[in-house]
């Protein structure tokens, strides 16, 4: 109520301000009066007031009720009475109230300003706080703090000190290095480093600038040089005339020069090397490529990527294969075995066939006789095979001459004991057994001979299995292959003209410089050629068979020479290298009886002198077999007319039908006069 | 008694395959076999070693030495003195020292004697055999001029010259005194060494037996010893009594010419141009005969020490 009443009155000052202002100030005054009051008034003492009034209202109501039980007038006058002191008991009481009231009021404001107050510290204290924790935080993000310039590398001191201007350094050249000279050397090095950096990142775009420069300078020369090609094409066309009117065949050159870069790798060498000796010494041979371009370079690409060997040796797996398979129902194992002699004829034809290109030399000597040989080179063997093949003209019709001339012997052992028909490639027995061939020599006819010296001088050197062809001399020199076979077709030629001659029973003549008996009554009835079988059959041979003197590759001939009654049958071997070993002459001699080399020492004599002492040389070729029959001749003269004079009257002049205690007849001839 | 046969291995036709040994000898100490061939060498083989082929591999079995006396010049004679190796080939007769022999150096000869001629030059006379008298030293050298010469070995001259053939000699004999020869006419000379002059003469090929027109007249071989002497060549081998000169046996050995006849203690060595080398009794049996391989024999040498051996050698 008092509430009311002072919100009341605060309205009425608020509402009549002008004729409140007295009042209103009166209003203050009181409220002020009474603010004193309540202040100075302790409460304790009040709160006892109130006590007591409370009590003494409680008392005077409890008497009022009595009195009023008592309803009598007395009683109504104490009423009054004590009404009105009740009310000013209750007046006191709103007084105490309102003092109250006031207490509570002023308590309450103290309490809030101090709240305040408590409010304010406690928020610096927390300010604090946070300030110092956000100190804390920011002292360690300082500590943690790197620096951009630690990462950056710095030139050791001692450099920086020599290498940087005089300005920067001379500081800290002298004295003692303080903490904080020590950050002035680090900001001056960095300061350097940092225009030191610049510099070269200038220099760097120099550089790219540059580089850029080339590149485009190559590019721009490339193109012109692509365009070159074209113009030289042109002016090579242009120039064609020109070449066919020098007579230089460029053209014809640089063709054969393409293939040649086509062919495999030994008979490359062999081309190059034959091309080379062919135009330094400008003789009478041709080297050509022979085969089509297209294959080979179809060849070439498909065997570039392939390792052609892998496949063969894949052949024991895909053996194990077929065997397993085999166990199977016996119509697939028809079947099986019928692809797999498929596989078998497959493998051989792999492992035989031979590059398309091949290169042929070509040799003229005299007039119409040419020798071809063709090398052939087998990849899968890694061999170079040979295969030759002479023209003659027509001139030559001895059937014994064509055959000292004719293909397969012409190379036979153009070097000791080199026939061909092994390969001299230790390896390709076992190729060939794998595959279910017998010998290398078997197929010698389909793949041609294999000869050591066409191995060398293609560049492939095989370990031979013989080690005493280690001392033999080096044929790897083409110059001397070339020549070997030039000597050996002279004189096979030669041999076959003689050969030609000695057909037709007419000892070939003999050139002036040899000496030889002129005068011979015996003449040479007969000449064919001979086999091997029969030769060995002949008692005359069986010394020289059993010493190993001749064998069965050499060539065989029989010459029959006669003198009415007695006749001398000469089995005559021709080695291969004719004439470096003189022709080998077997004499049976069948007068009275058969004489021979093994049971009568005169035609043993005979033998001698005319197996031993011939020239060996190229030259001697044309002449070394007539010469001999010639002497063959009058030996057999000699012979007869110094055993029986009176059945065969001396022709040929000696001087002595026997000497010395071996009683040989003279069989030496000396030029001197007629002859003897 | 053994024997070797001589061959040579080779794979060149060349002139060793026609080769021919003519004369053998052997070295004083008899270890070492000295042989001369057609072609004017001379080869020298350690005997041991061919003996005994077991203990001997092929590279000690070839020649210890060989050496050209003179390019193709037969080498008809070889003859052992104690000092050297004489050798007589066509025209001339050298002597070797041993040592030159033994050693592998080059070999000089030590002397050389000319045979005398009186022919041109044409052909060359050989001496075809030689023989040694041990007393006297002196060497009897049969030739091919027909005449039979003595050489004193000290004076190395040809002191005397016997006429008494009208072909070359084959073969010569001595024992002390008396020297037998052979030759291609096909007589049989006796003579004494003190007369110098032919005491007997013998001509087997006047004995129908014994001779044989086809192979003709000449003598290769004989020998002699006390009271026995035997020849053959042409006609049969046959045996001749010496005082006598009656024909005793005449051996019925299967041949086509007789280069050797010797005799040896109470056997006689026969040998030629046939299958088989003989050892014969006086009585003319067949005691041992000895398959050859070579065509013909032409010498035959044997010792008793330090090996016990016969040599034969001949055309192979």
Known sequence: MVKDSTSIKKRRKNTAPTENEGEGDIYTKVVEFEEKESAQRAAEDDANIYFDLCKNIRNYLAEVLLLKQENTNESRGRIQKGLSESCVMIAVLKKLNRLDKFRTITSRENLNTEKQKVDSTNLQYHNLLYEAAHLASEYTKCKQFKSKDEDIELVPVETFLQLAPELMTQQFKTGELTDAKRHQLHLAMLEWELTQRKAQAQLCDTFEEEKKHLATDIVALKNRLEGIGPKLTAVLEASKPLQEYLGLPIDKIQAEHRLAYLLPEPLYLLYALTDAYKQVYNINMEVEILGDYDEANQWKEMHQSLDMKVDVESEPEADQQEIEEVVEVVKKRRHRKISQVDKNEEKKKVLLESHPLCVQITMNVKSGFVLKVKFMFRPQLNIVTVTSSTDVPNTITANTAREALIGESILNELLDEDFGTESPNPSTSYQLQRVGFTSFAALVPKLGFAYNWAQKICGYDFLSIDKNQCNKPDPACVELIIKSIYRRLKSRIDLALQLQHLEQNLIPTIPDTVEYPKNAESTLTKWVLYSWQNYCQLPATAQLIENEIVQATDLFYSATISRPKATLQAVIAIKNNYPLKSPIFSLTLKYNGEFHGGNSDEIRDMERAVNLGWSTAISSASWVLSAQLRHLCSFLDVYLESLTPSVFPQKTVFFKSVSGRNRRKPFKFRKIGAGI | ?316
């Open chain 2, 1 to 316: 008694l053994r024997q070797i046969i001589y061959q040579k291995e080779l794979k060149m036709l060349n002139k060793n395959f026609y080769n021919t040994i003519l004369s053998q000898t052997f070295t004083p100490c008899g270890n070492y076999l000295v042989l001369g061939d057609v072609y004017g060498q001379i080869w020298v083989f350690h005997l041991s070693k061919i003996i005994k082929p077991d203990n001997s591999t092929q590279q000690e079995r070839l020649p210890k030495n060989v050496f050209t006396i003179e390019e193709d010049v037969q080498i008809n004679s070889l003859v052992t003195t104690d000092n050297f190796l004489v050798v007589g080939t066509e025209g001339n007769v050298y002597g070797y020292h041993w040592k030159v022999i033994k050693s592998m150096k080059e070999c000089k000869p030590a002397w050389k004697v000319t045979i005398p001629s009186n022919r041109d030059k044409l052909e060359k006379c050989d001496v075809n055999c030689m023989t040694y008298n041990k007393s006297t030293e002196s060497l009897y050298l049969g030739c091919g001029d027909n005449n039979i010469y003595l050489m004193k070995m000290e004076a190395g001259e040809i002191i005397q010259t016997l006429n008494g053939h009208t072909n070359y000699i084959h073969s010569l004999c001595n024992i002390g005194n008396e020297l037998v020869s052979g030759g291609e006419d096909g007589l049989v000379n006796i003579w004494d060494t003190r007369i110098k002059n032919i005491v007997n003469k013998i001509e087997p090929s006047k004995n129908d037996k014994i001779a044989r027109p086809e192979l003709g007249k000449w003598i290769g071989a004989v020998g002699f010893n006390e009271d026995w002497l035997v020849c053959g060549g042409g006609p049969r081998l046959s045996m001749w009594h010496l005082r006598t000169l009656n024909t005793s046996v005449i051996f019925p050995i299967e041949n086509r010419g007789i280069h050797i006849a010797e005799f040896k203690e109470n056997r006689i060595l026969a040998g030629g141009t046939a299958d088989y080398f003989y050892n014969l009794n006086i009585n003319g049996d067949v005691i041992s005969e000895i398959p050859i391989s070579s065509v013909t024999i032409f010498s035959a040498i044997h010792q008793d020490d330090p090996f016990n051996v016969l040599c034969l050698a001949g055309s192979s």
